[in-house]
């Protein structure tokens, strides 16, 4: 059974970065024709696509995201990374690692809020 | 900016159909579109119920169903049980340029 399991702080101050780790278990990133997606869904609003990565590094961000965002893997730690710059109280989110975004296969999600 | 449409809210009763459309505000849905659709409950992460328009995940039962209909994606509930209340959100494929997009959701009430 895949498993995902996202990381990092809970807590980022305004005009901070963001940076999360998704370790992926009983899966391979570096598996060809699979996309990493990024997912976040603030409280009482619907979710939002943030972006992904494949193991060739074709990657594809949220348009509104592009200018602030990065997203990479590591084929040696199997992880998956995200990387969002100058955050505000508006990426205040739960954030979610998922395997094919249409997949069963979801992390739990990690809690992020933006305040000093 | 891409924006993807769904009813804000609908209210059916136990045993009764009711279909959930989604929809691109340009253009039209079509099997390149990949609509996936997910349930959600109060302080549930979203759950993915059916992809690539019609198929089910393991765990969905066969009363959820997903078509394309005149260019838009629907989901459509047969028999709607007192346990389907809950927020349903679709996801829809932009192939330019190459992106994913949720709809802003439908909050099903059953009574």
């Known amino acids: 059974q895949v498993q995902l399991q996202e990381s990092g702080p809970g807590l980022v101050k305004p005009s901070d970065t963001l940076s999360l780790i998704c370790s992926v278990s009983n899966d391979s990133v570096s598996r060809q024709n699979v996309y990493w997606n990024w997912v976040r869904q603030a409280a009482g609003k619907g979710p939002q696509w943030i972006g992904r990565v494949s193991a060739n590094w074709d990657t594809t961000y949220n348009p509104s995201l592009r200018r602030r965002l990065s997203v990479s893997l590591d084929a040696s730690k199997n992880e998956i990374s995200l990387t969002l710059r100058s955050v505000t109280a508006a990426d205040t989110a739960t954030y979610y690692c998922?395997?094919?975004?249409?997949?069963?296969?979801w992390g739990q999600g990690l809690s992020v809020t933006v305040s000093s | 900016q891409t924006v993807v449409t769904q009813e804000p809210s609908l209210t059916v009763s136990p045993g009764e159909t009711v279909t959930l459309t989604c929809a691109p505000t340009a253009g039209a849905v079509t099997p390149l579109s990949y609509p996936a659709w997910f349930q959600q409950k109060p302080g549930q992460p979203p759950r993915p119920l059916i992809y690539e328009v019609d198929k089910r995940q393991s765990w969905t039962p066969a009363r959820f169903s997903g078509s394309i209909l005149e260019g838009t994606a629907a989901l459509t509930l047969s028999g709607v049980e007192t346990e389907d209340e809950a927020h349903y959100f679709c996801?829809?494929?932009?192939?330019?340029?190459?992106?994913?997009?949720f709809g802003g959701g439908t909050h099903l009430t059953v009574l």
């Open positions: 996801l829809l494929f932009f192939s330019r340029p190459r992106i994913w997009v």
């Open positions: 998922a395997r094919g975004v249409t997949s069963p296969y």
